[in-house]
């Protein structure tokens, strides 16, 4: 007997609520404060502030991975479920 593990498994609506307003962003937003951090990064570090420039340089990675979340939320939806909240 198979079961739906999207009936299992369902988003919180915090979660929902994120992914609904985070899917209204463009996912070059995300590659562009990456972009930005990186060049930060490397100013502060010419500048001799090594510490900041480390601190600020980390936050490539994560800005990335928004983006990449980003744009699975806008590919599959919440939950596998298209816009009209219907099984993908």
């Known amino acids: 007997m198979a079961t739906n593990t999207n009936t299992l498994h369902r988003e919180g609506p915090v979660a929902e609520a994120i992914e609904e307003q985070t899917a209204k962003l463009p996912s070059d937003i995300f590659l562009w404060c990456a972009l930005g951090a990186m060049g930060a990064s490397a100013a502060l570090k010419v500048a001799g502030r090594n510490e900041t420039a480390l601190f600020v340089g980390q936050w490539a ?28």
């Open 61 to 88: 990675a994560p800005f990335l991975l928004l983006g990449v979340y980003n744009k699975l939320v806008k590919l599959e939806g919440h939950d596998g479920q298209d816009s009209a909240g219907k099984k993908a």
